[in-house]
Each structure stands twice: as C-alpha cells, then as structure tokens.
Antibody, heavy 117, light 110 residues
Framework: VQLVESGGGLVKPGGSLRLSCAAS????????MNWVRQAPGKGLEWVSS????????YYADSVRGRFTISRDNAKNSFYLQMNSLRAEDTAVYYC???????????WGQGTLVTVSS | QSVLTQPPSVSAAPGQKVTISCSGS????????VSWYQHLPGTTPKLLIY???KRPSGIPDRFSGSKSGTSVTLGITGLQTGDEADYYC???????????FGGGTKLTVL
C-alpha cells in the first residue's frame, strides 16, 4: 500500500490550492479515504472523508463550505480542493486510508500547505 | 478544545509502564471503535491500536488498549527511548458526523 500526496505549496490568504493523493497497492474503490492535517505546533485534525463510491462525504466544521473532497477511482486518486484559504489552514496535510473499523491504517508522507502573504 | 480529552504529557523511566487516557462521550467513544496513533516529529502517523484493543501486525504486545464506557486507555509497557512520541486517540463522532482526534499526549521516556 502506498499513498503519495502532492499539490502543497505557498498560497496567499483567500487563494486556492488542490491537493492530490495517488494510491496504489490495494483496490482503491473499496475504501473510504480521508484528509488529516497538522498545523505547526498543534495536534492532528481530521479534515474530510469520502466514501469508496464517492457518494458520501463529510467535512470538519473548520473547512466546510471552503474545501471540497472528490475522487477518481479510475485514476486511483482522490483530491482536496481548498478555496478561501486562511492562515489557520497552514499545516501538513496527510491523506489516509480508512479501514473497516474506521481506523486509518495507511498514511501518506504529507504535503505542506502554507497560507501567507 | 478537542472533543476528546487527553493529558498533554506523561513521562516514565525506561522499562516502566505508562497509560494514556482519552475521554469522550456517548456520541463518539461510547458507541464507536477507537484507534490510537503514534506520531514522531517529521514522520507519518502510525496506527497502534484499532477496534479499542486490537494491534495491527507488526505492533509489539507492549502496546495495549482498553475501553470503559466513554473512555479509552492506551498502555505501554517496557518503555524504550524510541517510544518518545505524540500519541493520539481517534474516533468517529455521530453527532458531528465527523472524525475527531484527541489533543495528543507527549510521552517522555526519562
């Protein structure tokens, strides 16, 4: 199992960024997938999840209305479109696979998003 | 403020045992499976415990989990300096329809 994030970088407040997570080594469409972030000096924060079919998705209150999660099972990838970015969105963003009992059994290496003018 | 409450830090000597608590409510811990993660700075979080008390393959039996009502506990025996890390509990919250993590506990092996 391998998860590889990409798309992080420096963006100005109010700007947008799209993160990608490429998955391999398992049947991607069978699994719910999640984004989890860690701001500098802070703990882990769950951000969003999407079902294997892509029909169901959920968001943390802190990002609802600004972030959109999606997936492309044909490409074994899922995404996080981040709009109206704020300084407090600065964090390392991890993608994670959700196993049968809602635990996150595999994680990507993380991609850094910095929101600053 | 996290929905799940963990002590900010714990410490113990090498070879000793430590426990880390995680307290929640009926909307999360009370009715769902809890998992625990170990996170060393600069690395990827690692799953230690799932379904409250099960260990993934490769996780030594020095790590254990238990649950009582709306609280869970992570136990680590035979402490090693390599166990120094941040530990997080995680669970789905039915009221929030969201995943939640505890605030994290920093383990220091003196």
């Amino acid at each position: 199992v391998q998860l590889v994030e990409s798309g992080g970088g420096l963006v100005k407040p109010g700007g947008s960024l799209r993160l990608s997570c490429a998955a391999s080594g398992f049947t991607f469409s069978y699994y719910n997938m999640n984004w989890v972030r860690q701001a500098p000096g802070k703990g882990l924060e769950w951000v969003s999840s999407i079902s294997g079919s892509g029909i169901y998705f959920y968001y943390a209150d802190s990002v609802r209305g600004r972030f959109t999660i999606s997936r492309d099972n044909a490409k074994n990838s899922f995404y996080l479109q981040m709009n109206s970015l704020r300084a407090e969105d600065t964090a390392v963003y991890y993608c994670a696979r959700e196993a049968d009992s809602e635990e996150f059994d595999y994680w990507g290496q993380g991609t850094l998003v910095t929101v600053s003018s | 403020q996290s929905v799940l409450t963990q002590p900010p830090s714990v410490s113990a000597a090498p070879g000793q045992k430590v426990t880390i608590s995680c307290s929640g409510s009926s909307s999360n811990i009370g009715n769902n499976y809890v998992s625990w993660y170990q996170h060393l700075p600069g690395t990827t979080p690692k799953l230690l415990i799932y379904e409250n008390n099960k260990r993934p393959s490769g996780i030594p039996d020095r790590f254990s989990g238990s649950k009582s009502g709306t609280s869970v506990t992570l136990g680590i025996t035979g402490l090693q300096t390599g166990d120094e890390a941040d530990y997080y509990c995680g669970v789905w919250d039915n009221s929030l329809s969201a995943g939640v993590f505890g605030g994290g506990t920093k383990l220091t092996v003196l």
